[in-house]
């Protein structure tokens, strides 16, 4: 069973940071795409921000320049490292993965999901 974690999320004030992490645990052979995405009150989920397994990376239009995704492979965990952070950010922020283990070949996991809350 894959599982992903999520950690770092909080509550900050207008141009903060924060740095949010994921990391996956169970039995892992290999993590191909990472990505974060993000669901505002009583709209749709959003893509964020996305890893390849080569480090190629892509941003949405309204967090590009702000916001960075990276891996850490030997730790099988993903990062979002946001600055400049705007209300409109606010959200609770997963993490997916593409994940090949023991028990399925290739399959898609979520995290539980962490708050972000930017105050003006």
């Not at 900050?12 to 009150?41: E, H, K, N």
């Not at 702000?66 to 952070?85: E, G, H, P």
Request: glycine content about 10%; proline content about 2%.
């Amino acid at each position: 069973q894959v599982q992903l974690l999520e950690s770092g999320g909080g509550s900050v004030q207008t141009g903060g940071s924060l740095r949010l992490s994921c990391a996956a645990s169970g039995r892992i052979f290999r993590i191909d795409d990472m990505a974060w995405y993000r669901q505002a009150p009583g709209k749709q989920r959003e893509l964020v921000a996305g890893i390849s397994s080569g480090g190629i990376t892509h941003y949405a239009d309204s967090v590009k320049g702000r916001f960075t995704i990276s891996r850490d492979d030997a730790k099988d965990t993903v990062y979002l490292q946001m600055n400049s952070l705007k209300p409109e950010d606010t959200a609770v922020y997963y993490c997916n993965a593409l994940v090949v283990s023991s028990t399925l070949p290739r399959a898609l996991h979520w995290g539980q999901g962490t708050q972000v809350t930017v105050s003006s």
